[in-house]
C-alpha cells in the first residue's frame, strides 16, 4: 500500500511563504505523476499543480507565485508556496500514481491571515 504524507502547513501572514513537502512510501515513486490540490471551506477539492515526467502545470490562481518539484532519491515532493494570499487558505493534498491507480495523502492546513 501506497502512502502519501503532507507537512508543512500552518499558520501565515499574507504575502508569507511556506513550503509544502508530500512524502512517498514505496519503491515506484519515479515513475509516478504527482499534484497538489486544495480544499477550500464550502468548496469543492481543486487542481494546484502537477508533475508529469518533466513538465509542471499549474492552476491560472498560483502561476508565478506556486512552484512544484520532486526529489526522487528521497521520494518527496515540494510545493513551494510565495506571495500567498487569503483565498489561498484551505487543506492542501498530495496526490500520485500511474494510470488506473492514484493514492491521496491526508491534507495538510494552509492558513492565511494577518
Known amino acids: 500500500q501506497v502512502q502519501l504524507v503532507e507537512s508543512g502547513g500552518g499558520l501565515v501572514q499574507p504575502g508569507g511563504s511556506l513550503r509544502l513537502s508530500c512524502a512517498v512510501s514505496?519503491?515506484?515513486?519515479?515513475?509516478?505523476?504527482m499534484g497538489w490540490y486544495r480544499q477550500a471551506p464550502g468548496k469543492q477539492r481543486e487542481l494546484v499543480a502537477t508533475?508529469?515526467?518533466?513538465?509542471?502545470t499549474y492552476a491560472e490562481f498560483v502561476k508565478g507565485r506556486f512552484t512544484i518539484s520532486r526529489d526522487n532519491v528521497k521520494n518527496m515532493v515540494y510545493l513551494q508556496m510565495n506571495s500567498l494570499k487569503p483565498e489561498d487558505t484551505g487543506v492542501y493534498y498530495c496526490?500520485?500514481?500511474?494510470?488506473?491507480?492514484?493514492?491521496w495523502g491526508q491534507g495538510t492546513q494552509v492558513t492565511v491571515s494577518s
Open positions: 514505496g519503491n515506484r515513486f519515479s515513475i509516478y505523476d
Open positions: 496526490n500520485g500514481g500511474r494510470g488506473v491507480r492514484s493514492y
Open positions: 508533475l508529469i515526467g518533466a513538465t509542471t
